[in-house]
């Protein structure tokens, strides 16, 4: 067990939908990282909060967007949902803003239809 | 773009085989980790390397940070069920864009 929690675990939504995946990072990590994993495909970097603020973004959709809570909790929000978004979505967690040891979530398993 | 170039892609070994993989690129790092991912679960950090030149094992696992900081490699020995996954290399690039570069994984099959 990473320490990482996410919810949910599963999400099935339609086409054209928006839909909320949630992460809490492990106690005391302050930067928060999102990715995208595609069926049989490596781990693409979206996004990074640290303690509340955006820090790097990488290949995010306009359509899609985060954010950190001031419990250090963190949201990303997919939105007008498309077939292509279907993809396991992990959250990870260090405690540094310099990409040091990320441990990641469970992740949650978004199936468009 | 940066790129890891992860190889092998896969590994079809029998029980109780060493197995040895492996990480390039043409840009330089000064962290590399290796991750372990089973079916449907997050990745789990197995080795963390900070130093070029660096040898750092976990039980049967031992992983170097090459001395050209363009490289890493991972070893199992002995490898046994559990072993079976999609081993995933990243790299922290020593300059640029701070984060984490990960290779397309090694997966690794092991027939008993």
């Known amino acids: 067990d990473s320490g990482v929690t996410q919810t949910p675990k599963h999400l099935i939504t339609a086409t054209g939908q928006r839909v909320t995946l949630r992460c809490s990072p492990r106690s005391g990590d302050l930067s928060v990282y999102w990715y995208q994993q595609s069926l049989d495909q490596g781990l693409q970097f979206l996004i990074q909060y640290y303690n509340g603020e955006e820090r790097a973004k990488g290949n995010i959709l306009e359509r899609f967007s985060a954010q950190q809570f001031p419990d250090l909790h963190s949201e990303l929000n997919l939105s007008s949902l498309e077939l292509g978004d279907s993809a396991l979505y992990f959250c990870?967690?260090?405690?540094?803003?310099?990409?040091?040891?990320?441990?990641f979530g469970p992740g949650t398993r978004l199936t468009v239809t | 773009g940066q790129q890891l170039n992860q190889s092998p892609q896969s590994m079809f070994i029998q029980e109780g085989e060493d197995v040895s993989m492996n990480c390039t690129s043409s840009s330089i790092f000064n962290t590399w980790l290796w991750y372990k991912q089973d079916p449907g679960e997050g990745p789990v950090l197995l080795i963390a390397l900070y130093k070029a030149g660096e040898l750092t094992s976990n039980g049967r696992l031992t992983a170097q940070f090459g001395i050209t900081r363009k490289d890493s490699f991972l070893n199992i020995s002995a490898s046994i069920p559990s072993d079976v996954g999609i081993y995933f290399c990243a790299g922290k690039l020593i300059q640029g864009a701070q984060k984490l570069v990960f290779g397309q994984g090694t997966r690794l099959t092991i027939n008993p």
């Open positions: 990870a967690s260090s405690g540094d803003m310099g990409w040091g040891e990320q441990y």
